[in-house]
Protein backbone atom coordinates (compact mmCIF):
# COMPACT_ATOMS: atom_id res chain seq x y z
CA UNK A 1 0.00 0.00 0.00
CA UNK A 2 1.62 3.26 -1.50
CA UNK A 3 1.62 5.75 1.48
CA UNK A 4 0.85 9.31 1.02
CA UNK A 5 3.70 11.52 1.77
CA UNK A 6 3.61 14.74 4.07
CA UNK A 7 3.40 16.86 1.39
CA UNK A 8 0.56 15.06 -0.41
CA UNK A 9 -1.75 14.76 2.50
CA UNK A 10 -1.26 18.83 2.91
CA UNK A 11 -1.65 18.92 -1.19
CA UNK A 12 1.73 21.36 -1.59
CA UNK A 13 4.34 20.66 -3.36
CA UNK A 14 7.95 19.98 -2.08
CA UNK A 15 9.02 23.31 -2.38
CA UNK A 16 6.11 24.96 -0.41
CA UNK A 17 7.07 27.58 1.93
CA UNK A 18 6.07 28.02 5.48
CA UNK A 19 3.04 30.25 4.71
CA UNK A 20 1.68 28.16 2.08
CA UNK A 21 1.73 24.99 4.16
CA UNK A 22 0.04 26.93 7.54
CA UNK A 23 -2.73 28.12 4.80
CA UNK A 24 -3.35 24.71 3.27
CA UNK A 25 -3.07 22.73 6.82
CA UNK A 26 -5.56 25.12 8.15
CA UNK A 27 -7.89 24.72 5.31
CA UNK A 28 -7.58 20.90 5.88
CA UNK A 29 -7.82 20.98 9.42
CA UNK A 30 -11.58 22.43 9.27
CA UNK A 31 -12.46 20.59 6.81
CA UNK A 32 -11.83 17.11 8.86
CA UNK A 33 -12.66 18.41 11.99
CA UNK A 34 -14.05 15.60 14.23
CA UNK A 35 -16.36 18.47 15.68
CA UNK A 36 -17.30 18.93 11.78
CA UNK A 37 -17.83 15.26 11.26
CA UNK A 38 -19.41 13.51 13.99
CA UNK A 39 -19.10 9.68 14.03
CA UNK A 40 -17.01 10.01 10.63
CA UNK A 41 -13.96 7.46 11.38
CA UNK A 42 -11.87 8.34 7.86
CA UNK A 43 -12.04 12.16 8.68
CA UNK A 44 -11.36 12.28 11.88
CA UNK A 45 -7.96 9.40 10.58
CA UNK A 46 -7.55 12.37 7.85
CA UNK A 47 -7.26 15.15 10.56
CA UNK A 48 -4.63 13.03 12.39
CA UNK A 49 -2.42 12.98 9.25
CA UNK A 50 -2.89 16.16 8.83
CA UNK A 51 -1.92 17.26 12.17
CA UNK A 52 1.25 14.51 11.77
CA UNK A 53 1.95 16.10 8.48
CA UNK A 54 2.06 19.98 10.08
CA UNK A 55 3.79 18.91 12.94
CA UNK A 56 6.93 17.76 10.83
CA UNK A 57 6.51 20.48 7.89
CA UNK A 58 6.17 23.38 9.94
CA UNK A 59 9.31 22.79 12.02
CA UNK A 60 12.53 23.07 9.99
CA UNK A 61 14.36 20.57 11.61
CA UNK A 62 11.92 17.78 11.47
CA UNK A 63 11.17 18.76 8.10
CA UNK A 64 14.78 18.16 6.68
CA UNK A 65 15.08 15.08 8.24
CA UNK A 66 11.53 13.66 6.73
CA UNK A 67 13.14 14.98 3.49
CA UNK A 68 16.28 12.99 3.01
CA UNK A 69 14.95 9.85 5.44
CA UNK A 70 11.30 9.89 5.14
CA UNK A 71 9.53 9.05 8.06
CA UNK A 72 11.61 6.64 9.62
CA UNK A 73 13.96 9.09 10.45
CA UNK A 74 11.82 11.16 12.36
CA UNK A 75 10.60 7.67 14.39
CA UNK A 76 11.59 7.37 18.19
CA UNK A 77 12.85 10.76 18.42
CA UNK A 78 11.58 11.15 22.56
CA UNK A 79 9.31 14.14 23.04
CA UNK A 80 10.16 16.33 20.49
CA UNK A 81 6.86 15.15 18.19
CA UNK A 82 3.51 13.72 19.32
CA UNK A 83 1.32 15.79 21.21
CA UNK A 84 0.10 19.42 20.86
CA UNK A 85 3.39 21.05 22.45
CA UNK A 86 4.63 23.95 21.14
CA UNK A 87 4.05 25.69 17.96
CA UNK A 88 1.61 22.88 16.97
CA UNK A 89 -1.10 23.49 19.53
CA UNK A 90 -1.19 27.38 19.19
CA UNK A 91 -1.79 26.74 15.53
CA UNK A 92 -4.60 24.26 16.36
CA UNK A 93 -5.89 26.54 19.06
CA UNK A 94 -6.05 29.43 16.20
CA UNK A 95 -8.13 26.86 14.34
CA UNK A 96 -10.62 26.07 16.73
CA UNK A 97 -10.79 29.90 17.58
CA UNK A 98 -12.08 30.81 13.85
CA UNK A 99 -14.48 27.61 13.86
CA UNK A 100 -16.19 29.14 16.60
CA UNK A 101 -16.27 32.50 15.94
CA UNK A 102 -13.87 33.46 18.81
CA UNK A 103 -17.04 34.19 20.54
CA UNK A 104 -14.18 35.08 24.04
CA UNK A 105 -14.22 37.86 22.71
CA UNK A 106 -11.17 40.44 21.92
CA UNK A 107 -10.29 39.02 18.54
CA UNK A 108 -6.94 36.79 17.91
CA UNK A 109 -3.77 38.24 19.82
CA UNK A 110 -1.41 35.21 19.06
CA UNK A 111 1.97 35.76 18.42
CA UNK A 112 4.87 33.89 17.90
CA UNK A 113 5.54 32.31 21.44
CA UNK A 114 5.95 29.09 23.08
CA UNK A 115 8.71 28.22 21.36
CA UNK A 116 11.26 28.22 24.04
CA UNK A 117 8.41 26.88 26.96
CA UNK A 118 8.69 24.21 28.39
CA UNK A 119 4.62 23.46 28.40
CA UNK A 120 1.65 25.12 26.41
CA UNK A 121 0.82 28.36 27.36
CA UNK A 122 -2.57 27.28 26.42
CA UNK A 123 -4.75 25.80 29.08
CA UNK A 124 -7.75 23.38 28.20
CA UNK A 125 -10.26 22.97 31.11
CA UNK A 126 -13.94 20.93 31.21
CA UNK A 127 -16.91 23.00 32.81
CA UNK A 128 -20.27 21.36 33.60
CA UNK A 129 -23.35 23.23 33.46
CA UNK A 130 -27.13 22.62 33.75
CA UNK A 131 -29.55 22.33 31.38
CA UNK A 132 -30.78 25.92 32.38
CA UNK A 133 -27.62 27.82 32.66
CA UNK A 134 -26.73 26.52 28.79
CA UNK A 135 -30.19 27.70 27.29
CA UNK A 136 -30.16 31.52 29.28
CA UNK A 137 -26.59 31.90 29.52
CA UNK A 138 -24.96 32.57 33.70
CA UNK A 139 -22.04 34.09 35.00
CA UNK A 140 -19.78 30.88 36.09
CA UNK A 141 -16.85 31.28 39.19
CA UNK A 142 -14.38 28.83 37.75
CA UNK A 143 -11.33 27.73 40.57
CA UNK A 144 -8.37 26.27 38.53
CA UNK A 145 -4.88 25.91 38.81
CA UNK A 146 -2.55 27.32 35.82
CA UNK A 147 1.44 26.21 35.35
CA UNK A 148 3.97 29.44 36.94
CA UNK A 149 7.47 29.45 35.61
CA UNK A 150 9.39 29.06 38.18
CA UNK A 151 11.84 32.51 39.30
CA UNK A 152 14.17 30.63 41.72
CA UNK A 153 15.94 28.13 38.66
CA UNK A 154 14.20 30.62 35.63
CA UNK A 155 12.03 27.62 34.80
CA UNK A 156 14.84 25.13 34.13
CA UNK A 157 14.33 22.89 36.90
CA UNK A 158 18.11 23.36 37.96
CA UNK A 159 19.07 24.58 41.41
CA UNK A 160 20.82 28.10 41.11
CA UNK A 161 19.64 27.53 37.45
CA UNK A 162 22.75 25.65 36.88
CA UNK A 163 22.21 23.15 33.67
CA UNK A 164 25.16 21.65 32.16
CA UNK A 165 25.65 19.73 28.71
CA UNK A 166 23.74 16.56 28.27
CA UNK A 167 26.25 14.01 28.69
CA UNK A 168 24.10 11.44 26.51
CA UNK A 169 24.34 14.21 23.19
CA UNK A 170 27.26 16.50 23.93
CA UNK A 171 25.00 19.74 24.05
CA UNK A 172 23.92 18.72 20.06
CA UNK A 173 20.34 18.08 21.13
CA UNK A 174 20.53 15.38 18.28
CA UNK A 175 21.64 11.88 18.57
CA UNK A 176 22.75 9.54 16.01
CA UNK A 177 21.26 5.96 15.34
CA UNK A 178 22.69 3.59 12.96
CA UNK A 179 20.11 1.18 11.34
CA UNK A 180 21.80 -0.89 8.53
CA UNK A 181 23.79 1.21 6.39
CA UNK A 182 21.79 4.26 7.36
CA UNK A 183 22.30 6.32 9.85
CA UNK A 184 19.41 8.15 11.99
CA UNK A 185 19.41 11.77 13.51
CA UNK A 186 17.15 11.98 16.41
CA UNK A 187 16.12 14.22 18.85
CA UNK A 188 18.16 13.32 22.40
CA UNK A 189 15.67 11.62 24.33
CA UNK A 190 17.92 12.46 27.85
CA UNK A 191 17.18 16.56 27.01
CA UNK A 192 14.47 16.45 24.90
CA UNK A 193 16.64 18.22 22.26
CA UNK A 194 18.33 21.19 24.14
CA UNK A 195 21.47 20.63 24.55
CA UNK A 196 21.42 20.50 28.50
CA UNK A 197 20.10 19.10 31.78
CA UNK A 198 19.67 19.93 35.37
CA UNK A 199 22.80 19.49 37.50
CA UNK A 200 21.12 19.76 41.12
CA UNK A 201 17.11 20.28 41.14
CA UNK A 202 15.39 23.48 41.76
CA UNK A 203 14.03 23.13 45.54
CA UNK A 204 11.25 25.33 44.85
CA UNK A 205 9.35 23.38 41.66
CA UNK A 206 10.99 20.17 42.55
CA UNK A 207 13.32 20.23 39.27
CA UNK A 208 9.48 20.91 37.39
CA UNK A 209 10.58 24.48 36.57
CA UNK A 210 6.94 25.39 36.90
CA UNK A 211 4.88 26.06 40.16
CA UNK A 212 1.24 25.86 40.21
CA UNK A 213 -0.64 28.56 41.04
CA UNK A 214 -4.46 28.91 42.28
CA UNK A 215 -6.52 31.38 39.96
CA UNK A 216 -10.76 31.94 39.84
CA UNK A 217 -12.03 33.70 37.25
CA UNK A 218 -15.68 34.38 36.16
CA UNK A 219 -16.77 33.28 33.10
CA UNK A 220 -19.96 34.62 31.17
CA UNK A 221 -21.30 31.76 29.62
CA UNK A 222 -23.27 32.60 26.58
CA UNK A 223 -26.98 31.67 26.37
CA UNK A 224 -27.39 28.66 23.53
CA UNK A 225 -24.16 27.19 24.44
CA UNK A 226 -23.87 23.37 23.89
CA UNK A 227 -21.53 20.68 24.72
CA UNK A 228 -18.35 20.43 23.33
CA UNK A 229 -18.44 24.56 22.19
CA UNK A 230 -15.30 26.06 23.77
CA UNK A 231 -14.78 29.04 24.79
CA UNK A 232 -11.39 31.05 25.15
CA UNK A 233 -11.14 33.47 28.51
CA UNK A 234 -8.16 35.47 27.25
CA UNK A 235 -4.83 35.38 29.34
CA UNK A 236 -6.05 33.15 31.76
CA UNK A 237 -3.62 30.20 30.73
CA UNK A 238 -0.30 29.12 31.91
CA UNK A 239 2.36 31.63 32.33
CA UNK A 240 5.78 30.87 30.53
CA UNK A 241 9.44 31.87 31.41
CA UNK A 242 9.05 35.18 29.19
CA UNK A 243 5.94 36.01 31.54
CA UNK A 244 3.57 36.50 29.04
CA UNK A 245 0.25 34.37 29.91
CA UNK A 246 -1.28 32.40 27.20
CA UNK A 247 -5.32 31.81 27.20
CA UNK A 248 -8.04 29.26 28.93
CA UNK A 249 -9.97 27.17 26.99
CA UNK A 250 -13.07 26.11 28.28
CA UNK A 251 -15.08 23.28 27.18
CA UNK A 252 -18.69 22.79 28.28
CA UNK A 253 -20.53 19.78 29.16
CA UNK A 254 -24.45 20.34 29.56
CA UNK A 255 -26.32 18.74 31.67
CA UNK A 256 -29.70 16.75 30.17
CA UNK A 257 -33.02 17.69 31.59
CA UNK A 258 -35.66 14.96 32.65
CA UNK A 259 -38.57 17.48 30.92
CA UNK A 260 -36.20 18.39 27.33
CA UNK A 261 -34.24 16.89 24.78
CA UNK A 262 -32.08 19.10 22.96
CA UNK A 263 -31.14 18.64 19.80
CA UNK A 264 -28.98 21.58 18.56
CA UNK A 265 -30.98 24.54 18.88
CA UNK A 266 -34.18 22.43 18.53
CA UNK A 267 -35.98 21.23 22.00
CA UNK A 268 -38.36 17.96 21.57
CA UNK A 269 -40.67 17.23 24.14
CA UNK A 270 -42.47 14.05 24.38
CA UNK A 271 -46.14 15.07 25.27
CA UNK A 272 -48.71 12.11 26.91
CA UNK A 273 -52.32 12.18 25.31
CA UNK A 274 -54.68 10.14 26.53
CA UNK A 275 -56.37 8.30 24.04
CA UNK A 276 -60.01 9.53 24.18
CA UNK A 277 -58.26 13.27 23.89
CA UNK A 278 -56.51 12.54 21.04
CA UNK A 279 -59.83 11.59 18.78
CA UNK A 280 -61.90 14.10 20.60
CA UNK A 281 -59.37 16.72 19.87
CA UNK A 282 -58.57 18.96 22.83
CA UNK A 283 -56.15 22.04 23.76
CA UNK A 284 -54.09 20.79 26.26
CA UNK A 285 -51.50 22.70 28.32
CA UNK A 286 -47.64 21.96 27.12
CA UNK A 287 -44.65 22.90 28.88
CA UNK A 288 -42.33 25.46 27.04
CA UNK A 289 -38.58 26.75 27.87
CA UNK A 290 -40.53 30.39 28.79
CA UNK A 291 -43.35 28.96 30.41
CA UNK A 292 -46.42 27.15 28.68
CA UNK A 293 -47.90 26.79 25.26
CA UNK A 294 -50.92 25.83 24.10
CA UNK A 295 -51.28 22.65 21.94
CA UNK A 296 -54.63 22.20 19.94
CA UNK A 297 -54.89 18.47 19.13
CA UNK A 298 -56.67 18.02 15.93
CA UNK A 299 -59.76 15.05 16.35
CA UNK A 300 -58.05 12.04 15.63
CA UNK A 301 -54.46 13.11 16.33
CA UNK A 302 -52.19 10.06 15.53
CA UNK A 303 -49.46 8.52 17.66
CA UNK A 304 -45.94 10.32 17.44
CA UNK A 305 -47.76 13.20 15.48
CA UNK A 306 -45.59 16.39 15.53
CA UNK A 307 -46.25 19.61 16.15
CA UNK A 308 -43.93 22.87 16.04
CA UNK A 309 -43.73 25.74 17.87
CA UNK A 310 -41.52 28.00 15.91
CA UNK A 311 -38.70 30.38 17.55
CA UNK A 312 -39.49 28.43 21.18
CA UNK A 313 -36.44 26.61 21.09
CA UNK A 314 -33.02 27.42 22.35
CA UNK A 315 -31.43 31.11 21.10
CA UNK A 316 -28.21 30.56 18.72
CA UNK A 317 -25.31 30.61 20.39
CA UNK A 318 -23.98 33.13 17.65
CA UNK A 319 -27.39 35.33 17.55
CA UNK A 320 -28.50 33.64 14.49
CA UNK A 321 -31.92 33.28 15.82
CA UNK A 322 -33.89 30.56 17.46
CA UNK A 323 -34.51 27.12 17.41
CA UNK A 324 -38.40 25.44 17.49
CA UNK A 325 -40.07 23.45 20.15
CA UNK A 326 -41.09 19.98 18.73
CA UNK A 327 -43.94 18.27 20.75
CA UNK A 328 -44.50 14.83 19.88
CA UNK A 329 -47.17 12.87 20.79
CA UNK A 330 -46.87 10.00 22.97
CA UNK A 331 -50.80 7.84 22.87
CA UNK A 332 -51.94 6.99 26.50
CA UNK A 333 -54.48 3.92 26.84
CA UNK A 334 -56.04 2.49 29.66
CA UNK A 335 -54.04 -0.20 31.31
CA UNK A 336 -57.46 -2.07 32.63
CA UNK A 337 -61.21 -1.21 32.07
CA UNK A 338 -63.94 -1.78 34.61
CA UNK A 339 -66.91 -3.53 33.97
CA UNK A 340 -68.89 0.12 32.91
CA UNK A 341 -66.21 1.19 30.46
CA UNK A 342 -66.04 -1.95 28.95
CA UNK A 343 -70.06 -1.59 28.17
CA UNK A 344 -69.24 1.91 27.19
CA UNK A 345 -66.48 1.31 24.87
CA UNK A 346 -68.43 -2.02 23.48
CA UNK A 347 -71.85 0.65 23.12
CA UNK A 348 -69.34 3.07 20.92
CA UNK A 349 -67.69 0.54 18.83
CA UNK A 350 -70.95 -0.99 17.83
CA UNK A 351 -72.66 3.28 17.33
CA UNK A 352 -69.43 3.51 14.36
CA UNK A 353 -70.85 0.10 12.62
CA UNK A 354 -68.63 -0.87 10.06
CA UNK A 355 -66.12 1.79 10.24
CA UNK A 356 -65.36 0.24 13.23
CA UNK A 357 -63.79 -2.87 11.52
CA UNK A 358 -61.61 -1.87 9.25
CA UNK A 359 -59.75 -5.14 8.28
CA UNK A 360 -63.18 -6.52 7.47
CA UNK A 361 -62.90 -4.32 4.47
CA UNK A 362 -59.34 -3.78 3.83
CA UNK A 363 -59.17 -7.88 3.78
CA UNK A 364 -62.04 -8.90 1.93
CA UNK A 365 -60.60 -9.09 -1.35
CA UNK A 366 -57.43 -10.64 -0.06
CA UNK A 367 -59.34 -13.50 1.89
CA UNK A 368 -61.16 -14.72 -1.45
CA UNK A 369 -57.66 -14.75 -3.54
CA UNK A 370 -55.68 -16.66 -1.15
CA UNK A 371 -58.41 -19.27 -1.13
CA UNK A 372 -58.32 -18.94 -5.12
CA UNK A 373 -54.26 -19.74 -4.52
CA UNK A 374 -55.59 -23.85 -3.31
CA UNK A 375 -58.51 -24.63 -5.43
ZN1 LIG B 1 12.55 26.00 40.21
ZN1 LIG C 1 20.87 15.61 25.07
Avoid at 124 to 139: H, P, Q, T, V, Y
Avoid at 173 to 200: H, I
Amino acid sequence: MDELSYYEILEVTTSADKTTIKKAYRTKAKKYHPDKNPGDSEAEHKFKLCNEAYQVLSDEKQRSVYDRYGKEGLQGGGGGRGGFSGGGFDDLSSVFEEMFGGFGGGGSRRQQRGAQEKYPLDLGLNMEISFKEAIFGCDKELDFKYKDSCGTCKGTGAKGGKVKTCSQCGGQGQVYVKQGFMTFSQTCPVCNGEGSEVADKCGDCKGQGFNEVKDTVTIKVPAGIDSENRLRVSGHGNKGKSSSRGDLYVTFQVAEDETFIRHGNDIYLEVPVFFTQAVLGETIKIPSLTGELDLELSQGTKDKAQFNFRNEGVADVHGHGKGDLVAQIKLAYPSSLNTEQKELLVKLQESFGLESKPHESTFESAFDKVKGWFK
